[in-house]
């Protein structure tokens, strides 16, 4: 069992930044368990936003990324303050679960698809480009074809730049293993099939939009020799080829074609 919230000191964490900066690193990831949740336990409400703001002010840092995130981080005073700094990125992994929510509430979810969808529209309002990325379980028990199309329909609406669907597996000890009315499996395999192929379409919708036009990649890794492969500030995977090493630099890429699940392009430097 998770015990109480403990959120690391703001000084540490930001020592620790300049300390990766030092050694040439350029992209910053907060992670953890519930970052949504950090400050909170001294009742700092916006201590999340007040660490980032230092965080921005790390010289060598040039990316600040947001791991996972509760729906209801995302006030206005939020994402007003995190869009206003220059090294943030304009991507959002927001669990959504399901977008059904009768599904929501037997998950114990502290939101509804509604409240959900407005956040999405209050991080477009001020970050346009934003990446929307999500998990969704498919097959909580008691899950209805009617609650499943719920959530298809909720997908085609929102228009995530990325999904990740997971099957409902039963974990012993959890109220949801105790209910009844479990999923078949088979059905579960289907509506996974379903729904992986709906995100595939809107993934590649999402991307679509940016041939013809120039993005910033961060080039992490050299797939193979003179092909690497980066990613943009709202995390789309970018390949480009270089007979040169760009690694752990930033490119302007201009973006040719749409791959699987990536961009290619041709790039020069900044």
Avoid: W
Avoid at 31 to 39: E, L, R
Avoid at 51 to 58: G, H
Avoid at 236 to 263: A, F, P
């Amino acid at each position: 069992m998770r015990g109480p919230i403990r959120s690391r000191n703001h000084e540490d964490i930001v020592k620790e930044v300049k300390d990766i900066a030092a050694n040439g690193y350029k992209e910053i990831v907060l992670n953890g368990i519930h970052i949504s949740s950090y400050g909170k336990e001294i009742k700092e409400q916006d201590a999340l936003i007040k660490l980032i703001e230092d965080m921005n002010k790390v010289e060598g840092i040039e990316r600040i990324r947001l791991g996972s995130l509760e729906p209801n981080l995302i006030t206005e005073d939020f994402i007003i303050r995190y869009s206003s700094l220059e090294k943030t990125c304009d991507h959002f992994h927001l669990s959504l679960q399901s977008g059904s929510n009768s599904v929501l509430e037997r998950m114990n979810r502290k939101y509804t698809a509604e409240q959900y969808k407005n956040n999405v529209e209050l991080i477009r309002k001020y970050m346009p480009d934003a990446g929307i990325t999500t998990d969704i379980i498919v097959g909580f028990p008691g899950e209805t074809d009617e609650e499943f199309n719920e959530t298809m329909e909720f997908v085609k609406r929102v228009r995530f730049s990325r999904i990740h669907v997971f099957k409902y597996s039963i974990r012993e000890g959890t109220k949801a293993a105790e209910m009844t009315d479990q999923v078949d499996d088979m059905v579960k395999s289907e509506r996974s099939r379903v729904l992986i192929e709906l995100g595939e379409e809107v993934s590649n919708e999402f991307m679509k939009k940016y041939v013809g036009k120039d993005v910033s990649v961060l080039v992490e890794t050299e797939k193979t020799k003179n092909l690497f492969e980066g990613y943009t500030t709202n995390y789309l995977k970018v390949l480009l080829k270089s007979d040169i090493n760009i690694r752990n630099t930033i490119v302007d890429v201009h973006v040719k074609n749409v791959g699987n699940d990536y961009l290619t392009g041709e790039y020069s430097a900044i």
